[in-house]
């Protein structure tokens, strides 16, 4: 049986890269992968953006209301008019299905990423964090820790050196050009857009929150 795999990490732990290798191990030995992420995902618009510079264009992007599975399917075959296959050639098999950012996921499309592993037999790598700069859960990454039949921790480091644990948000003071970590605000902006993020060990999030967590 195929299994939905959820590799979550801070900010800055190699989550994307680690998708782009994945998916390039896949098609080293002749292998076809499909890439998606979360439409609410604008940073590099069609593509997967790895911080060291990788990138590569997604297969299709996920709206809110979407039915993954019919997504799924519809490229899988090459149904879709926006199936990035050649239909005249054949469309072989899909081996794995690769999507980052997943924790932007509704709770209902990882139940479709579950139903992808399970009844269409194809294995699904979900890359995300798992909680916010509040240290709150993102809604589909509580649903992966719930279903994933595999879950692994990618693991990065914080500026004092220890390992990194919470995602933090930081912004811009118009009047000094100085950037301060905030604590407050939608749970969903995305990096480069109007702020951007660290990640911080407990001790350090703590101290620069002034002990509040959430």
Same mark, same amino acid.
Not at 110 to 135: C, K, M, S
Not at 147 to 174: M, Q, V, Y
């Given at each position: ?45 069609d593509e997967i ?17 979407d039915d993954v ?19 005249? #050639? $054949? %469309? ?5 299905? @690769? ?8 709770? !209902? ?66 009047a000094t050009g ?12 995305? #990096? $480069? %857009? ?5 990640? @911080? ?8 929150? !002034?002990?509040?967590?959430?």
């Amino acid at each position: 049986m195929a299994k939905l795999y959820f590799r979550y990490g801070a900010m800055n732990s190699g989550k994307s890269t680690g998708l782009l290798q994945a998916a390039f191990n896949y098609e080293e030995r002749g292998q076809r992968v499909l890439l998606a992420k979360p439409q609410v995902d604008t940073k590099g618009d069609d593509e997967i953006v790895s911080r060291l510079g990788v990138s590569r264009r997604v297969d299709f992007r996920i709206r809110p209301d979407d039915d993954v599975v019919q997504l799924f399917r519809g490229h899988a075959s090459g149904e879709d008019p926006d199936a990035l296959v050649d239909r005249l #050639d $054949g %469309v072989p098999p899909v081996a794995c299905l @690769l999507v980052d950012e997943a924790q932007f996921l509704t709770p !209902g499309q990882v139940d479709d990423l579950l139903r992808i592993a399970v009844e269409e037999g194809v294995p699904v790598l979900a890359y995300g964090i798992r909680t916010d700069f509040r240290t709150h859960s993102f809604p589909g990454s509580a649903r992966l820790m719930e279903l994933a039949h595999s879950l692994e921790e990618l693991k990065t480091i914080c500026r004092c050196g220890k390992k990194a644990l919470f995602n933090t948000r930081k912004a811009t003071d118009p009047a000094t050009g100085e950037e301060h970590y905030i604590f407050e605000g939608d749970q969903v902006a995305i #990096d $480069g %857009v109007e702020v951007t993020y660290d990640s @911080l060990c407990g001790g350090c999030y703590l101290r620069e929150s !002034g002990g509040r967590l959430g």
